[in-house]
């Protein structure tokens, strides 16, 4: 499974884990070069709270076999192709349902995938670089100040 793009379970729920969020970080961090927004981001499981779902198709059957563990504000973001937080969506499979419901098994099998891992390891390296040249660029300032003074 990619990042940013669509994929299909086998039960025809249609969905795309989305970066938005992570991007509109980094992209606000270098912008108010503020080091401070990056800071918590230090393992993979950070970027969970950066990461979205969004459902594009068979949102209804999913609510169907999810109703029990789904809140009203949950629903109408599904039925309305809104992002869910990855956390949120994750939560909704729980393995000693798989048996009964292909979607938790799938799901799990998709996200635990050496390729899954790469992109979340990816992402976290360009954190670790946007950082890094941030600091970089906030210590020639400061070097440039000392030496004007």
Not at 20 to 48: E, F, K, M, P, W
Not at 65 to 80: C, F, G, H, T, Y
Not at 102 to 130: C, H, K, S
Request: charged content about 25%.
């Amino acid at each position: 499974m990619d990042l940013d793009k669509i994929f299909t379970l086998k039960t025809g729920v249609t969905f795309k884990i989305s970066t938005d969020g992570l991007h509109a970080l980094i992209a606000q961090t270098v912008q108010q070069r503020q080091l401070s927004s990056l800071a918590n981001i230090r393992g993979i499981v950070d970027l969970y709270p950066y990461l979205s779902v969004v459902v594009y198709e068979g949102s209804d059957d999913l609510i169907k076999r999810r109703q029990r563990w789904l809140s009203q504000p949950m629903k109408k973001a599904l039925v309305s192709k809104q992002p869910i937080p990855f956390d949120y969506f994750c939560k909704l499979f729980w393995r000693n349902l798989d048996e009964e419901d292909p979607d938790g098994d799938e799901w799990q099998q998709l996200i635990a995938t050496d390729r899954f891992y790469f992109q979340l390891t990816t992402l976290l390296n360009r954190v670790r670089i946007t950082e890094r040249n941030l600091q970089q660029a906030s210590e020639v300032a400061a070097e440039l100040n000392f030496e004007s003074a």
